[in-house]
């Protein structure tokens, strides 16, 4: 996928959360009613990255903010992927929420999850 495209979806999505929030604060319910546009996203995004990327694209935007989380605060973990593949979670280190097998901070800006999943994650 082009970057531009990404980053569209991703301005949008978070458009779209940041608007079901500010409802939610009048006492506006509409988590259920926007679950069919998540589905729709998340599908889309399985079919380009996989359900891995996916996950990662997930984390992104909801565990991470949307790049926006200070993970510094209150001694959150961080997910590092080790030499061998697999991931461990320590406690963090910087204000990043996910780290690589050489402890560069992945997936903390659109930009940088794009490359992340473009490297790793595309289904071609």
């Known amino acids: 996928m082009e970057f531009e495209k990404f980053d569209k979806i991703v301005t949008a999505l978070k458009k779209h959360d940041e608007n079901v929030d500010l409802a939610y604060k009048i006492k506006i319910d509409l988590i259920d009613f926007c679950d069919s546009l998540q589905v729709i996203v998340g599908e889309l995004i399985k079919e380009i990255y996989g ?6 694209f997930s984390w992104f935007c909801y565990e991470n903010d949307y790049g926006e989380k ?30 690589d097998e050489n402890g560069e901070p992945i997936c903390h800006t659109v930009k940088a999850t794009w490359e992340y999943l473009e490297t790793n994650h595309t289904n071609k």
């Open 51 to 56: 359900d891995e990327g996916y996950d990662w």
């Open 70 to 99: 200070d993970w510094t605060k209150g001694g959150r973990p961080i997910h590092i992927k080790k030499a061998d593949g697999t991931w461990t979670t320590e406690e963090h280190k910087d204000s990043y929420g996910a780290h």
